[in-house]
């Protein structure tokens, strides 16, 4: 059984060593519920996913892909990077607010 959450945040952009990111990070209510959910899976298998990742299904607009969430500060808060493709194709820039639909894989 699948989880949906719902949220509108903040794009921000992030220039790393191989290139320029965008993102956003979720926290309160949100990065509580995907911090359950990573929880109940390494317990349900005994092991938790790649840098503590969480996979989801993303949707912004007309957009959906599959991704994954990785956690920040104790995984208080969870950062999602948004494709190159979703950029464009949604109108999206640096600073605009995001409505997010995350469903937890």
Not at 21 to 43: F, G, N, P
Not at 83 to 96: H, I, N, Q, T, Y
């Amino acid at each position: 059984m699948s989880e949906s959450l719902a949220c509108t945040l903040p794009l921000t952009r992030w220039q790393g060593d191989r290139g320029t990111y965008h993102l956003v990070t979720i926290s309160v209510e949100i990065a509580e519920a995907i911090a359950a959910h990573a929880l109940m899976h390494r317990l349900e298998f005994g092991t938790q996913r790649g840098f503590g990742s969480v996979k989801v299904m993303a949707e912004i607009g007309t957009s959906r892909w599959k991704t994954s969430v990785f956690p920040q500060n104790g995984k208080t808060e969870w950062v999602l990077l948004i494709s190159k493709k979703v950029m464009p194709a949604e109108g999206l820039a640096e600073g605009d607010s995001v409505p997010l639909e995350l469903e937890l894989l």
